[in-house]
């Protein structure tokens, strides 16, 4: 996903790094650079319901745990904007609940619903004035 908003780089990024203290999120792996910030935020089993499609998988699994491998690029554009552009890897843990296949496997890789991502965007039209 991705928005234009007027501001600076550095600070949209402090900005989306004080929502995450804000909202007490499980966060790690955390790399800053002047153009991107990315992050693993570990979920758990409703969260990763919430931001996941679980439902992907050929046989029914139980998931226990999961994360989420956040990239935030910001680029600087004509005007005084920066396009912030937000992407996200999921990846699910848990096991098979199906007695008679079940896969040695426990980490599997889903798909987003694109929930997380206009969590950080909403988050952003909120706090800066988006490019009309």
Request: glycine content about 8%; overall charge negative.
């Amino acid at each position: 996903m991705c928005i234009e908003v007027k501001g600076d780089p550095l600070g949209i990024q402090e900005f989306l790094q004080n929502l995450a203290r804000e909202r007490s999120w499980r966060i790690g792996e955390n790399h800053a650079s002047e153009d991107m910030w990315s992050f693993v935020r570990y979920l758990n089993p409703d969260e990763l319901e919430t931001y996941a499609d679980t439902n992907v998988t050929i046989e029914p699994i139980k998931f226990t745990a999961g994360k989420a491998a956040a990239t935030v690029r910001t680029t600087d554009i004509a005007g005084g904007f920066v396009r912030v552009q937000v992407s996200l890897h999921i990846q699910g843990e848990g096991k098979s609940t199906d007695p008679t296949w079940k896969q040695p496997a426990t980490v599997w890789p889903l798909s987003s619903k694109g929930v997380f991502e206009k969590e950080l965007i909403t988050a952003l039209q909120t706090g800066y004035k988006p490019l009309d």
